[in-house]
């Protein structure tokens, strides 16, 4: 069966977004897909994004409960703050970092460890 180009470019977003940052335990992690690039995709997209990211953390053992459609809606109220404030340095900052961080806040990234424990450790006591 072939791939659809769009089904691979999905996924690369996807991988994208998660390199250093599904098995990471810090926020000092880095993918390589900016908020700012996030700004660029349609819903749909964004959607598919989320949907393939939830798949890559289930196989690396990462349980997210929330549905990809919160966590666009949380990442375009953050990116829209980012926009808002003027902010660069957010802007230009990892997507994944931003995504685990909201997953993290809302005690939603079960790695298995202690919830509180894992966001405490993610985000720096």
Not at 14 to 26: E, N, Y
Not at 72 to 99: C, F, K, P
Request: proline content about 2%.
């Amino acid at each position: 069966m072939a791939v659809s180009r769009i089904t691979l470019t999905l996924a690369s977003i996807a991988f994208a977004c998660s390199v250093f940052v599904l098995g990471s335990t810090r926020a000092d992690g880095q993918s390589q897909f900016t908020s700012r690039r996030w700004l660029q995709l349609d819903g749909p997209t964004k959607l598919a994004v989320l949907h393939e990211f939830i798949e890559l953390a289930r196989r690396d053992r990462i349980h997210i409960r929330q549905s990809p459609e919160y966590y666009v809606r949380e990442l375009d109220a953050l990116v829209e703050v980012y926009l808002r404030t003027d902010n660069q340095q957010a802007l230009d900052s990892s997507l994944g970092v931003a995504l685990h961080t909201l997953a993290a806040m809302d005690g939603d990234w079960d790695n298995g460890e202690p919830k509180l424990e894992h966001a405490r450790r993610w985000m720096g006591d």
